[in-house]
């Protein structure tokens, strides 16, 4: 049988939405990556060049959009999204959120991010891993006045972003037996923007997605 996830978890969900939808309009595009990578930047950028370059429009679905898909889905309102994450339990939001980014994406296309988004989507789309040096992340938070951590030592905020990714590669080993780390050799493109800007990055990752699209027609 084809392999078309990465996650078996989601096979059965994967079959019924097939049988359920037709193939999507829109191409699926999936950005994972560490957090302070940038995946939402590039996410929202990579839309604007879409637009613009070849009026092709998608909308982007990021972790935060689908998590509050999931609590409606379930009869919480956006005021209630604490208590929502506070009754859901152990594992059960991660599934949850993965398995409506494989429908909506199975669905109606367009562009996932998220640190498993290029894993759930797996074979159905154009994977992308973004990724940066996570002293560069430091240096990044730490000049942002926009940002709480804003002026922090950069050696405490690379200790903190370990730790944050080590958590969080650890809660997906033991939900789905995966290492984030070792997936990304699946994926079509590893992009390392530790030395790019924003718009430097936006544009590799278009013109990437750009020569990938026509095989997903």
Same mark, same amino acid.
């Given at each position: 049988?084809?392999?078309?996830?990465?996650?078996?978890?989601?096979?059965? @969900? $994967?079959?019924? +939405?097939?049988?359920?939808?037709?193939?999507?309009? %829109?191409?699926?595009?999936?950005? &994972?990556?560490?957090? /302070?990578?940038?995946?939402?930047?590039?996410?929202?950028?990579?839309?604007?060049?879409?637009?613009?370059?070849?009026?092709?429009?998608?909308?982007?679905?990021?972790?935060?959009?689908?998590?509050?898909?999931?609590?409606?889905?379930?009869?919480?309102?956006?005021?209630?999204?604490?208590?929502?994450?506070?009754?859901?339990?152990? @594992? $059960?939001?991660? +599934?949850?959120?993965?398995?409506?980014?494989?429908? %909506?994406?199975?669905?109606?296309? &367009?562009?996932?991010? /998220?640190?498993?988004?290029?894993?759930?989507?797996?074979?159905?789309?154009?994977?992308?891993?973004?990724?940066?040096?996570?002293?560069?992340?430091?240096?990044?938070?730490?000049?942002?006045?926009?940002?709480?951590?804003?002026?922090?030592?950069?050696?405490?905020?690379?200790?903190?972003?370990?730790?944050?990714?080590?958590?969080?590669?650890?809660?997906?080993?033991?939900?789905?037996?995966?290492?984030?780390?070792?997936?990304?050799?699946?994926?079509?493109?590893?992009?390392?923007?530790?030395?790019?800007?924003?718009?430097?990055?936006?544009?590799?990752?278009?013109?990437?997605?750009?020569?990938?699209?026509?095989?997903?027609?």
């Amino acid at each position: 049988m084809l392999d078309l996830t990465y996650l078996k978890i989601f096979e059965k @969900d $994967e079959k019924e +939405i097939i049988l359920k939808h037709p193939k999507p309009d %829109m191409p699926i595009i999936a950005i &994972g990556g560490w957090a /302070g990578t940038g995946k939402d930047t590039a996410a929202y950028n990579l839309q604007k060049l879409l637009k613009k370059k070849n009026k092709i429009k998608m909308a982007v679905h990021v972790a935060g959009d689908i998590f509050r898909a999931v609590a409606r889905e379930a009869g919480y309102s956006e005021r209630e999204l604490e208590k929502f994450s506070a009754e859901i339990k152990g @594992d $059960e939001l991660d +599934i949850r959120i993965d398995r409506t980014t494989l429908e %909506m994406a199975l669905t109606k296309g &367009g562009i996932y991010v /998220g640190r498993m988004a290029p894993a759930v989507i797996g074979e159905h789309g154009i994977k992308v891993w973004i990724e940066t040096d996570p002293k560069i992340i430091a240096e990044r938070v730490s000049s942002d006045p926009k940002r709480k951590e804003y002026k922090m030592p950069i050696a405490e905020l690379t200790k903190r972003g370990k730790e944050r990714n080590e958590k969080d590669a650890a809660r997906y080993k033991r939900i789905y037996g995966v290492d984030p780390e070792k997936m990304k050799s699946k994926y079509d493109l590893i992009l390392d923007n530790s030395h790019y800007t924003k718009e430097e990055t936006a544009n590799k990752l278009y013109e990437f997605v750009v020569s990938k699209i026509k095989s997903f027609k």
